[in-house]
């Protein structure tokens, strides 16, 4: 199946901000006699090029789902790889100099290592004022999660006497989660074949236009990006209008 096109559609099409399932990575290890952490070591190599593409085409923001809260089902030895591959790549951030990315984490921080959450912190801070692109790692996140968490937080604030139960409406939910001011995603893009969206972005979802592809995201190239966005400027965005 070709998945390819050879050049993204004109700039004004565009998407504003592209979220991205990365997944695939075992089953790419896995067809090469490889172990599957080998699978994710490519995937973050794919993850960096995308990114590096993305914005030259002047894409706002892309949201990345690299653990969700459900992977900590997987064997500890993987679990281990996938955070200190995360690790690894928040301390090499200077990689991304050149895109003048700024960096947010995604998710319930609280069950990660100190070390972690400091490579974190230090990630966000040290990348807060760059304007080039918006690049968000989703990192122990799950959409019913960050629901669960935005939903205290109002409740918090509605015992605090700071907001009355019936002015809560969709803007202050909105920013009650992990992505508060940020657009939602205008497409969301699934490879390795799996036609679902796993617990990510389940509110921002509401009116993304879902691409699924059947490439290995560690195989995922601008090429398969390009087609994607055809993909998107091919449909019919009506939110709910006619
Ligand atoms: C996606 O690849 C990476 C993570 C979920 C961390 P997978 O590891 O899910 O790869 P498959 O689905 O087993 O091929
Ligand atoms: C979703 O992929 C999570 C990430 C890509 C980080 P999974 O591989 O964990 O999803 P399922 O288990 O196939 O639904
Ligand atoms: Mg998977």
Redesign the pocket.
């Known amino acids: 199946m070709n998945e390819t096109a050879p050049t993204p559609p004109s700039r004004e099409l565009l998407p504003r901000h592209i979220g991205i399932?990365?997944?695939?990575n075992?089953r790419w290890a896995a067809k090469r006699g490889l172990p599957r952490n080998m699978g994710h070591q490519e995937g973050a190599k794919t993850f960096g090029k995308i990114i590096r593409y993305a914005r030259t085409l002047g894409i706002g923001a892309v949201t990345a789902?690299?653990?969700?809260t459900?992977?900590w089902k997987?064997p500890k030895d993987e679990v281990d790889a996938l955070m200190s591959l995360l690790r690894r790549y928040l301390g090499e951030l200077e990689q991304h100099k050149d895109e003048n990315a700024r960096l947010c984490i995604l998710g319930d921080r609280s069950p990660l290592s100190e070390e972690l959450r400091r490579a974190i912190e230090r990630a966000e801070e040290g990348s807060r004022n760059n304007t080039g692109i918006t690049v968000n790692i989703?990192l122990n996140?799950g959409g019913r999660d960050e629901i669960v968490h935005g939903a205290r937080k109002l409740a918090e604030a509605c015992v605090r006497g700071e907001l009355r139960p019936e002015e809560i409406d969709e803007g202050h939910f909105s920013a009650a989660l992990y992505t508060a001011g940020q657009p939602d995603p205008d497409v969301i893009i699934?490879p390795?074949g799996?036609m679902?969206l796993?617990?990510?972005m389940l509110w921002q979802s509401a009116y993304a236009e879902l691409v699924f592809m059947h490439v290995l995201?560690p195989d995922f190239t601008p090429e398969h990006l390009n087609w994607a966005l055809w993909e998107y400027t091919g449909r019919n965005r009506r939110f709910g209008g006619v």
């Open positions: 399932i990365m997944d695939g075992g789902y690299a653990f969700s459900e992977n997987r989703a996140y699934r390795s799996e679902r796993s617990n990510f995201w």
